[in-house]
């Protein structure tokens, strides 16, 4: 604050509030990461539902995210472990973008089942993986044939393609 005397003297105090702005942009940057993550989990679990990827529900459901404020992160994820075949795809349709490549062919698996996988891997004609299939069946086992899943990048996607919303998250917390 700025005062004048009768002799022209100016007397100024300058106080310093940068430990309450900093205070604030701190609770700012946590909220822009929790927004965000709730956002990137509602993102992901919308894709997973227009694909009608939905058997169990459990995949849809498992779906969270976790601010990480030492890393001033947030991880976006699903702990069941075929989430990440829904990702990335598998045999035929894999992307390779995570590094490995899919299978091709057909492939018999049981669901759920792995006491009764066929093949360890092993690839098929069509002809062939349908025999098997069939065989397994006459025995009372739910077998199916695949050549794989079409990735459904909900991670890469749900964020991706919603960066304007992101942005625009964090410019509403940074301006309250």
Known sequence: MAKGTSGGNWTIRVEDHSAEILKDLEAAKERILENWGQLGVT????????ASRIDTDAMRGSFSHQVQKSEDA??????????KFHEFGTGTYHDSSDGKQGRKGWWVYVPGDTDHQVGNGKVYSKQEALKIMFALRAKGLDARITQGVKPLHMLKNGI????????????NELKK
């Open 43 to 50: 993102n992901a679990v919308d894709i997973i539902t227009a």
């Open 74 to 83: 947030v991880y976006v994820g699903s702990p069941i472990s075929y989430a």
């Open 160 to 171: 991706g393609d919603h960066i304007s919303e992101f942005k625009q998250i964090a410019e």
